[in-house]
């Protein structure tokens, strides 16, 4: 009898501990939480969401015959929706030539430049958002997956190590507000944690799609800060760890966000 | 019973009180003038649309965020009660704002054809006001609708791109 | 030519109310706008739009500067019969795009 009550209060207290592991999982949230119903809406509905519109313009650009030998993405890579699932999904990623990693956006120009010889796209320009929007919209649903590349690893710490300083003149480091503060309120907004699971997005206070890099070039005028210019490797190195922050977190591009 | 200025003149901390309540009433005097022009200004716009002829409160319901995530596109949806049929239909819906630049916002034509008396749309707002509906029906019959919306800037103000 | 996203039901039965979307590219400058310059960027919006099923007028909306950039209208319609939809945008600059899908009714 004796025996049987103590298997018994084994038993409970694997399962109390299961439960309580279970009850500690993830606490990561998705900026798409903090949105109002509408807006949600406005994200999960491909005929309301305003992004699909320049969806609909990178697909275009996909097929569009580039640079003096008229090869476009479809030229060598096909149906995007094959070749290109789960992409976006493991950017940024290391680029050899260049010894460094690179985002999506900067592996697209790449690829024009090197492959087919075209001229790059500025940064933010509506070609290379739209295309990029394509690209990620591949991987929606699928997990934030960083490479496991060793050679990223001095970046991604360099990433982290500029996430957590202070800058500008309010002083602020990125894990105050997104780490320390994430879930409470700044003026009539609810701070996200962060995590770049929508890119390019569909900003309303842009009224445009728009990248990570802007979304945190943003933020560093925020805090008063001067802001790295587009493609510095600051930014890129902030990315990574962004995208290691938040792995295994599902890709919802294109996103919405107020 | 707060007390008056009259009654202990030589208390501070009453006399601060009695000197604040005034300047308050002096502020918000000041803050109440630009919120009645636009109070006004959105009368006038309704008078001059439905070229003062009467105009019923219900039937017609404005559905939108009460506190809106950001002011530059927000989901509105304006529904009437109406049969939508030949002999009894919604003709016209026009939606007028309280402080924007401009009262106007859309003006929508629907007919019997409609089916039912609801559009969607997304517009701009300024700041938190009042925005209404006013719907025309077939029979030339006027109803009208209003809700106040909350609308806060972005907290993290940035430069150009 | 602007990009426009149109959303018809394709599986209406007669007498059902459908609801259309329609969301086309296009900035809504309002004219209230200051620019990086300092000076007011002038007024560039869509006015009107007009839907029409084999040629008649079924729903039509008149647009101020009010209105969200990339506009999204929905709007119902009873299906009555199947037919040709012309979905117009009119604007600032001369701007007209008309689009086309086609309604069907089981």
Redesign the interface.
Known sequence: MRRALASLALVLLVVLEVGAALAQQDSRRSGYDHMSPATQAMQGDDTQNPAMLFVADGESLWRQPAGPVAKSCASCHGDALTSMRGVAARYPAFDVPLARPVNLGERLNLCRVRQQKAEGWRAESPDLLALEAYVALQSRGQAITPPDDTRLTPFRARGEQRYRQRIGQLDLACAQCHDEHAGKRLGGSTIPQGHPTGYPIYRLEWQALGSLQRRMRGCYSGVRAEAPPYGAIELVELELYLASRAAGMPVESPAVRP | MPMSLADRPDDPDLYRRGVLRAGGVLVALAVARPVLADANELKAAIAAYTGGRETKPGRVTID??R????G????V?VRVESP?IAADHVRAIALF?ER???R????????E?????????????ATSQQLVAIATMSDGTLWSGAVDV?V?????????? | MARALITVPQDAKRGDVVEIRVLIAHPMETGFRVGADGRRVPRDILRRFTCRLDGEVVFAAELFPAVSANPYLAFPLRADRAGTLSFTWEGDGGFAQTETATLNVA
Request: aromatic fraction near 2%.
């Open positions: 939108v965020a506190l809106v995530d950001n530059n596109a927000v989901p949806t939508m704002n924007n630049p401009e106007d916002v859309a003006r929508f034509a629907l007919s054809r409609s089916g039912r008396a609801v559009v969607s749309t997304r517009i701009r707002l909350i806060t800037l972005a907290a993290c103000i940035e430069g150009e791109g």
